[in-house]
């Protein structure tokens, strides 16, 4: 009997993690009082800012992507396997990733636009497709003889996920158990 079992843990800083900010609001121009400057007079007043006087701005991207935020990630992966006779072999696996926004800094002129359009500044980060635990489970057993000069092998696959955020709307979505099989 034989096995094998490795372990590793981790953490890490990502700096200027990509942020999606909403912007499909903007389109149609927003009045900007912080975009007047010598060479740009104001052109309207911004009733949300009480009628303050601003240069109409118009932002067409729906999604703007900004590197914003600050994040720490931890976590740990295990993963093993047994081969107790000839030709079989167990393995299983475990993960668990953790994360922490350390800060949010939005570009001074995105902000203001945002302001200026009564938008709500994003506050914080979602790391999307990332479950905090992932864990699988696997069984390979190869026949020790050729059969028709081939080998002959057949492999079952069990994988799960916790809960995790989907880039799609942003939705909570569970990892659904997978489980495959194959000769």
Known sequence: MRGALGIAVFTGKDKDNQLPVATNSLAAGICVPQAIT????????NA???????????HAPATTVVNAGEVTIRGFEASGSLVPVEGLTAGAGVSFVDYKVDKVSIDASLLALLRAAGQNPPTTIVLTQQPRWTYNLDVDYLYPDKVLDSDVSLNVTYKNSDKFISTAGLVEARGLPTWRCST
């Open 38 to 45: 010598s060479t740009r007079p104001a052109n309207c007043t």
């Open 48 to 58: 949300l800012l009480g009628g303050a006087p601003g240069v109409t701005i118009s």
